[in-house]
């Protein structure tokens, strides 16, 4: 039985990407490339994944930290060449049209748009195919996740220079991400069996547009849960930011430099958290940050943070109804090869 092993890792992107208006319910069957918004699927698979995270991690203190993008770019390569219920599966969970072409064409469009470079940040995205020598990839795949999906494909030798091969796989996303992130291949995962490898791996590293003044950071008072207060370094800052708020939560964007990207943070009205993550919806986001407009100065106190996270998101998937991509009787990638895994 052969093996495909998806490895996906996001160190840091936190973007804004408009669409024009489209609703999550109408993007599974768009007519045209134009109907289908790119952001508004992801961010209706966002809340779906976070949601699905917080109860399979049944956390009490735990951050959540990850890039529905970074996720939804791994899983759109398989998505390419993947054929039956599995295809049917992924297009339903991510949000993916089931035409093909609408979707290629429009992710295209959306990531040389978010990839198309600054001066004021860095922004590395580091997808890649890599392939046992001689195992026969279709010529039509590989051009596709080339030039649609911003995919790199390289052979290498699982079979007889395991090692060598992860070593490889590793040095060239750490070369991508600025030595940042390291042993994406875990040792022992590549076997005799494997045949396909798939990395992705977002780097980015910007600054605030407005940068927050270091002498103004204090100890304050912060609220984890609804019963629990601590006390932490507050950075403070008073800008003309973009802001809405209604009666569930609050809304403000910080931009990076070139503002190009930027960072939205929701904050629940009240201090109860787990009922804010068990009924904020995303069209309750949508319509919080399209009434977004700038009143002047807005006071803003935020934790110093840091975040790592290392999870399991194939059993959130699975969970989620892709099934069929991580059974292999019955995942189905004809659309990579002739070769049944």
């Known amino acids: 039985m052969k093996t495909l092993l998806i490895f996906t890792l996001t160190l840091l992107c936190s973007g804004c990407l408009e669409d ?21 699927a992801n961010n209706a698979f966002a809340f779906d994944m976070y949601s699905k995270l917080v109860q399979l991690e049944s956390r009490e203190k735990n951050n959540i930290l990850f890039s ?12 390419e060449g993947t054929e039956g219920t599995a295809k049917e599966q992924i297009s339903n969970v991510f949000y993916f049209p089931a035409n093909n072409t609408v979707f290629k064409v429009r992710l295209k469009e959306t990531n040389d748009k978010v990839y198309s470079g600054s001066d004021g ?21 590989i051009f596709n996740v080339k030039n649609y999906y911003r995919s790199e494909v390289t052979n290498l030798d699982f079979v ?7 070593d490889a796989i590793n040095e060239w996303v750490e070369d991508k991400t600025d030595r940042k992130i390291k042993d994406i291949v875990p040792k022992g995962s590549i076997t005799d069996d ?53 009666l569930k939560a609050k ?31 995303v ?6 940050k399209y009434n977004m407009e700038s009143l002047g100065d807005v006071e803003t106190s935020i934790p110093k943070f840091k ?4 999870t399991e998101l194939s059993d959130s998937l699975i969970e989620m109804g892709v099934a069929d991509a991580f059974d292999l009787k019955l995942a189905n990638f004809s659309g990579i090869s002739e070769i049944r895994y």
């Not at 940040?121 to 795949?141: D, H």
């Not at 007889?160 to 992860?166: A, F, H, M, V, Y």
């Not at 975040?307 to 290392?310: A, C, L, M, P, S």
């Open 251 to 281: 809304i403000i964007e910080l931009p990076y430099k070139g503002n190009d990207l930027s960072m939205y943070i929701v904050l629940p009205k009240g201090n109860n958290i787990t009922e804010f993550e068990n009924n904020f919806t």
């Open 20 to 40: 024009t208006a489209v609703t999550p319910i109408n993007t599974i069957n768009p007519d045209s490339v134009e109907y289908y918004g790119v952001a508004a």
């Open 68 to 79: 529905p993008y970074s996720v939804s770019a791994a899983m759109a390569i398989c998505y």
């Open 307 to 310: 975040f790592e996270t290392k």
């Open 194 to 246: 494997t045949r396909l490898i798939l990395t992705n791996a977002i780097y980015f590293n910007g600054k605030w547009e407005h940068e927050f003044d270091k002498k103004m950071t204090s100890k304050k008072t912060f609220y984890p849960t609804k019963r629990e207060e601590v006390s932490v370094d507050m950075m403070y800052i008073s800008s003309n930011f973009n802001y809405s708020e209604n």
């Open 160 to 166: 007889e220079k395991p090692d060598e091969s992860r």
């Open 283 to 288: 069209n309750e986001y949508t319509e919080l």
């Open 121 to 141: 940040y860095e922004l590395e995205n580091a997808n890649a195919i890599w392939v046992q020598e001689e195992y026969p990839v279709k010529e039509e795949y």
